[in-house]
Each structure stands twice: as structure tokens, then as C-alpha cells.
């Protein structure tokens, strides 16, 4: 992508950044994808971050270093944490656009081409979100691909805010978006957030977008044609997987959005918290023994909620030590 005088600087003009930590294969998949992508422009590259893996990861890094349809420069970042791996690809970009996406993910050929035309046809905007579609194992249960839950984000990933090209309310997701280097400037990625960072929470990507938010770049930009499908693991398929991300989505809702609810508190968590929480449960109760079905539709609930009270509660408890 051309810089403000018209001309590219010395670095590939697009850069795409992705981290990894012990998933070679899944990888190897979605390196393949970048290397068929059709461009009308060569000037791009790909950042790829080992995190600390301590499987064959180097080793599939390698290969694609020497695959001539890639211009892949392979990092490594030894203290695990997807955002440090991520802010440690950003050392290396100064200019153009960023695009991030995940390790498990499969593009089709026109995905960056798709992203290249509409930074084009949106000038005066700086973030950009593809639709993510979770693609699931052979033989995956079918109460787990039921829309109701599949198009709730923290549970795979979902993002389809609209169905055409436009602007968007609907932050976009972590495994597929892009963002113009110089709205990006000097924000970094909260390390306590995220895969392997100290608060082992969620959202250290939808994070750093609020704060780019706040700082002008708002509303987001939706690219429909730059589809990413998300693959769904095995071990994401039970009722406790679903529940256990649930809980975590609900406590980093409170961790990082901190107090910012008015009203009445009760121990450092609005009263309407609690109360939701109570109510998720008395829904939940009668179906606690129940069918799969039943127990995920308000276990999720339940689970949601009560991870939000458990986040106030320990932001309060942080914000006690910091002033002690």
C-alpha cells in the first residue's frame, strides 16, 4: 500500500503478523494459505512469532522461509504470551498496513487482495475486520454447530456484523483484521491479556482496538470478500470447553473494561451483576442434570455471568493491592 507521498518505503508496504505456540500442523496449514495467495502487487511479507513452542514449529518456519511464493521472516519470542509475540512483530513494521491473523485459520487465494481494495475504497479509515466462519471436525456434535451458540464471538470466533461491505459497531476479531501502521503508532498490546499472558484472560486483541477506538479510529471498516474459516479443535467440543471459555470471556469483560457501570455496588461488583448472575442461575438449576442441549444453552448464561462478578471481584482486590 502506497504511504502518504504516493511511493512505498524500503519494507514491504503489507505485513501480515501471526503468533504460534505448539501448533506445527495446524501452522503448516494456514502457511500454505498465505503462500497461494493471488496479489496484484509483490510488496508484501509475513511476520510469524514462534512463542516458545517446543514442537516442530522452527522446523515448519524454516521450510516456508524457503519457499519462493513466501516472503516470510520467522521471530522468536521465548516468554510465552501471544500479545508479547505480537508486540514483538510490531518492533519490525513501521509503515503500510498490518494484517493479523491466527495460526488456525484458511484463507482463500483473494483474502489479502480483498483487504488491499477496500483500505482503497475506505481512505479515511484505519481498521478493518473479515468475517471469521468456524469450521468444525468430521463428527463434531450437533449441539455444539447450533447458529444460536456458533454465532456467539467467544465461543469460536464468529464475526459477521453485516452482510455488505461497511461500517461497523462490531469490533473485528483477532484471527482476522487489519489496521493502518499509523493508526497503531506507539499502543502495544496489553501483556497481561490474552494466551499465556498474566491475567490469562481473553480479548487482548478486541483490547487494544477499544483503545484505538478512543483515539479517533472508530467506527471499523467490514470486508466481507477477506473470509477467514476458523478451525474448530477437537477439544473445544464438550459442554465443560464451552462453559470454561464462557466463564473466562465473562471475568475479562470486568478485568478490562474495569468500572465503568453506574449505578449501586455491593463488594466492588454493580448490584445489576450480581443480580443477572443470580437469575443465570435459578435458569440454569432445573437443567443442570439435563440434555446436553439444555445445560449449554443456560450453563452458558450462568457461566457468562458468574465469570463477570468474579472479574470485579478480583479487579477490586488488584486495585486494593496496588494502593497497598
Not at 508486540?87 to 483474502?111: K, M, Q, S, T, Y
Request: net charge neutral; hydrophobic share 40%.
Amino acid at each position: 500500500m502506497p504511504n502518504e507521498s504516493g511511493s512505498c518505503a524500503p519494507n514491504p508496504c503489507v505485513t501480515v503478523i501471526l503468533a504460534t505456540h505448539n501448533r506445527a500442523r495446524s501452522l503448516e496449514a494456514t502457511l500454505e494459505c498465505l503462500a497461494g495467495q493471488k496479489m496484484r502487487v509483490q510488496d508484501w511479507r509475513v511476520l510469524a512469532v514462534d512463542n516458545a513452542s517446543t514442537d516442530d514449529t522452527a522446523t515448519v518456519l524454516a521450510r516456508f522461509q524457503h519457499d519462493s511464493r513466501l516472503d516470510l521472516e520467522a521471530l522468536h519470542e521465548p516468554r510465552p504470551g501471544k500479545p508479547r509475540a505480537l508486540n514483538r512483530a510490531l518492533e519490525r513494521v513501521d509503515h503500510g498496513l498490518v494484517v493479523f491473523i491466527d495460526d488456525d485459520v484458511d484463507l482463500g487465494p483473494h483474502w489479502l487482495q480483498a483487504y488491499l481494495d477496500a483500505v482503497e475504497r475506505w481512505p479515511d479509515h484505519s481498521i478493518f475486520g473479515g468475517p471469521i466462519i468456524p469450521v468444525f471436525p468430521p463428527n463434531a456434535p450437533a449441539w455444539v454447530q447450533d447458529q444460536r451458540y456458533v454465532r456467539q464471538s467467544p465461543m469460536f470466533a464468529y464475526y459477521a456484523p453485516r452482510e455488505d461491505e461497511g461500517l461497523t459497531t462490531g469490533v473485528p476479531l483477532g484471527p482476522n483484521m487489519a489496521i493502518r501502521r499509523t493508526a497503531i503508532g506507539e499502543h502495544r498490546f496489553d501483556e497481561r491479556l490474552g494466551p499465556g499472558g498474566t491475567h490469562r484472560l481473553m480479548g487482548d486483541e478486541t483490547e487494544f482496538e477499544y483503545r484505538l477506538a478512543r483515539t479517533g479510529y472508530y467506527p471499523y471498516v467490514f470486508v466481507p470478500s477477506a473470509r477467514a474459516e476458523h478451525r474448530v479443535r477437537v477439544e473445544q467440543l464438550s459442554v465443560e470447553a464451552v462453559w470454561a471459555r464462557a466463564y473466562l470471556w465473562g471475568r475479562s469483560m470486568a478485568l478490562t473494561h474495569g468500572r465503568t457501570s453506574r449505578g449501586l455496588y455491593l463488594l466492588g461488583v454493580p448490584l445489576r451483576y450480581w443480580y443477572g448472575a443470580l437469575r443465570a442461575w435459578l435458569r440454569y438449576a432445573p437443567f443442570a442434570l439435563g440434555p446436553q442441549h439444555f445445560r449449554l444453552k443456560y450453563g452458558w448464561q450462568w457461566q457468562v455471568r458468574a465469570g463477570r462478578v468474579r472479574g470485579y471481584l478480583d479487579s477490586r482486590a488488584s486495585s486494593r493491592e496496588s494502593v497497598e
